[in-house]
């Protein structure tokens, strides 16, 4: 049971990066699934989920409107496509399965000019 984040990366104020996490060991069209990021000496927050029955989505308002969660059922992959990057979105960004402890080792994103 794993789960594997990638995509992270530096990029400049107002650039996109898109995240992807891979999913095994668990039936992944049937499990709601989360992101959190955490910046350095701040405490882990919730930013994303998607629910499996319906593919609802819902957001943290920090990243409303500029984040898009999404998922892939068949690559068993979760999505989280980040544009209109500020400098306050600079974190270490994790998936997790919802109402698992379930946690992937986290990708680092870092904004800065």
């Known amino acids: 049971v794993r789960l594997v984040e990638s995509g992270g990366g530096l990029v400049q104020p107002g650039g996109s990066l898109r995240l992807s996490c891979k999913a095994s060991g668990f039936t992944f069209s049937r499990a709601d699934m989360s992101w959190y990021r955490q910046a350095p000496g701040q405490q882990r927050e919730w930013v994303a989920r998607?629910?499996?029955?319906?593919?609802?989505?819902y957001y943290a308002d920090s990243v409303k409107g500029r984040f898009t969660i999404s998922r892939a059922n068949g690559q068993n992959t979760v999505y989280l496509q980040m544009n209109f990057l500020k400098l306050e979105d600079t974190a270490v960004y994790y998936c997790?399965?919802?109402?698992?402890?379930?946690w992937g080792q986290g990708t680092q994103v870092t904004v800065s000019s």
């Open positions: 997790k399965r919802i109402a698992h402890d379930l």
């Open positions: 998607i629910r499996a029955v319906d593919n609802s989505t």
